[in-house]
């Protein structure tokens, strides 16, 4: 197990986030040790800000230690306004390899849930087990964009294993639990030849799949037709779901307009 670098106070915690299929979102961890190497909003936002200053000071994640105080007092305040909780959109609750990490989301999602407020978790760590036994209308997710471990091991260095995080979201389906994958963000063939049929039946015992295109990278601008291969990759998403009855969210961006198509959908 790995040991956080350190602990930091805040003085909020919920907030109202914009992203497009978000409600209220928390973030209790500064940083993430997963390490992405394409283009992370989250990185690039808290660089922005000069809340971290390189990659190397992001990748050492502190963890919020007032988080459990925080939502005590703002859930009764926000409780009659929040629809879901969203856990994480500039972190990872699950971060892999780090139990004080894990045991503070649990503590979170036990806290937020006893108030009646459903949790939505995304992670590229493991989703632990003890999560069935929360709230039934709680949504457990994780981030997969390939099955090539070397990819993995090149693009998400200090995530989970591919194969490790499947396992742990299809435990968590198999005990009932409402399950759901995010396939973004997607990469173009000049960066891993891969097919997309064999990433969707991996994934297709889910409730739901999103999928969005990688934003922000030169390498992806390289790419002569990029724009069509997301069009053309989200059209294929909509075609599997639809066939077996899974739900699913296009990112806005990934599909072209119809007027650049001649009137293709």
């Known amino acids: 197990m790995n040991e956080v670098k350190g602990h930091i106070m805040r003085s909020s915690m919920l907030y109202k986030t914009g992203v497009e299929y978000g409600d209220y979102t928390m973030n209790h961890v500064l940083g993430c040790a997963h390490g992405c190497k394409y283009p992370c909003y989250a990185f690039l936002q808290k660089k922005r800000f000069r ?15 007032n988080t459990l105080e925080l939502l ?21 609750p699950f971060m892999y390899g780090y139990n004080e990490i894990e045991k503070m989301s649990l503590a979170a999602i036990k806290l937020l849930n ?14 632990p087990a003890e999560l069935a036994e929360c709230s039934e209308e709680n949504e457990y997710g994780i981030t997969l964009i390939s099955l090539d471990e070397s990819y993995h091991e090149r693009i ?56 969005g295109r990688t934003n922000y990278s030169k390498d992806i601008s390289a790419y002569r037709d990029h724009r069509q291969f997301f069009h053309e990759q989200a059209k294929f998403v909509v075609a599997f779901c639809e066939e077996r009855d899974i739900a699913y969210h296009i990112k806005k961006g990934t599909m072209l307009p119809d007027k650049e198509l001649g009137g293709e959908i």
Do not use: M
Not at 51 to 65: C, D, G, K, R, T
Not at 183 to 195: A, F, G
């Open 51 to 65: 809340q971290v200053v390189s990659y190397e000071a992001w990748i050492e994640p502190y963890l919020v230690s």
């Open 114 to 127: 006893e108030a009646g407020i459903k949790c939505t978790v995304l992670t590229k760590g493991l989703l």
């Open 72 to 92: 005590r007092s703002e859930i009764p305040l926000l409780k009659a306004k929040i629809k879901s909780v969203q856990l994480c959109f500039t972190t990872d």
């Open 156 to 211: 998400e260095p200090g995530a989970a294993p591919y194969r490790e995080r499947l396992a742990a979201l299809e435990r968590l389906h198999d005990a009932g639990c409402k399950t759901w994958v995010s396939v973004e963000p997607y990469p173009t063939p000049n960066l891993i030849e891969q097919d997309l049929t064999a990433i969707l039946e991996a994934v297709a015992f889910a409730d739901k799949i999103i999928f």
